[in-house]
């Protein structure tokens, strides 16, 4: 069962930004600026939008007719992120543009191709059945259009990966505590992500899904990872 982020909504993107030590928000650059097209108005789905960090960086960069559906399972946390992108004077109409619902991404409510663009960042390892989820997104998305997944991820290397481990299974556990006073959701947030497929095993789920053309790319010794993908 993924875990309920209601609680944490108010300390999540700080304790984002101090976990990563901000290069979060570098990745989700990386990730907006192969999946924006500037040059036309598309409709964007970003999956677990959460508190909408990255539904904020693609409405910056996109064609000022794009829009922007959101959906999460976490009332809370979409709240935030519509009062984030509502009041973000770089995003013009933004209240026009962006809509915002409560979700399930192994169970998307519109109908086949209705999106240009499909995009989650570090939510798709929430999944309760992560092929479904897969299978939801390219079924939602054009032929032609393109997938980004953004995620959270652990070093190849085995001397990195043991640094890692300290930092993530006792380090942030405390921090978390600290910060939100719930030990419980940053216990869940590294062993989610020890526990999420690797390349050589994501790639065939997101092939088995209907998706073509798969990239994957790693930043920062394997810490991030990024897939985009064509229908």
């Known amino acids: 069962m993924a875990y309920n982020f209601d609680n944490i909504a ?9 976990m990563t030590m901000g290069i979060d928000r570098a990745w989700r650059r990386r990730a907006v600026s192969m999946i924006v097209d500037m040059s036309q108005p598309l409709r964007y789905l970003d999956v677990a939008t959460g508190t909408g960090d990255l539904a904020q960086d693609i409405l910056r ?36 543009r962006l809509t915002l619902q409560q ?42 259009g393109r ?5 959270l991820s652990y070093p190849d290397n085995s001397l990195l990966l043991s640094f890692y481990k300290l ?13 939100s006073h719930d030990r419980a959701a940053y ?5 989610s992500i020890l526990r999420f497929p690797k390349p050589d095993r994501f790639v065939p789920m997101l092939q088995t899904a209907g998706f073509s053309k798969v990239e994957h790319y790693s930043f920062t010794f394997g810490v991030c990872r990024l897939y985009v993908a064509e229908k």
Not at 10 to 18: E, M, Q, S, V
Not at 67 to 94: C, F, H, V, W, Y
Not at 105 to 127: K, L, M, P, Q, Y
Not at 167 to 179: K, N, S, V
């Open 187 to 191: 216990e869940y947030l590294p062993n």
């Open 10 to 18: 108010p300390t999540y993107d700080r304790l984002n930004h101090l």
């Open 103 to 144: 979700g399930d991404a192994e169970r998307i409510s519109f109908a086949d191709e209705s999106f240009d663009r499909v995009t989650v960042g570090f939510g798709v390892r929430n999944f309760v059945n992560l092929q479904r989820g897969l299978d939801e997104m390219c079924r939602v998305l054009r032929v032609g």
């Open 167 to 179: 930092y993530a299974l006792r380090f942030l556990p405390w921090l978390g505590e600290r910060i």
């Open 61 to 96: 960069r996109a064609h000022d007719e794009s829009s922007l559906t959101g959906i999460d399972l976490s009332q809370p946390m979409m709240d935030i992120a519509k009062s984030k992108i509502e009041n973000d004077k770089r995003i013009a109409n933004a209240a026009r």
């Open 147 to 151: 997938l980004a997944v953004l995620e």
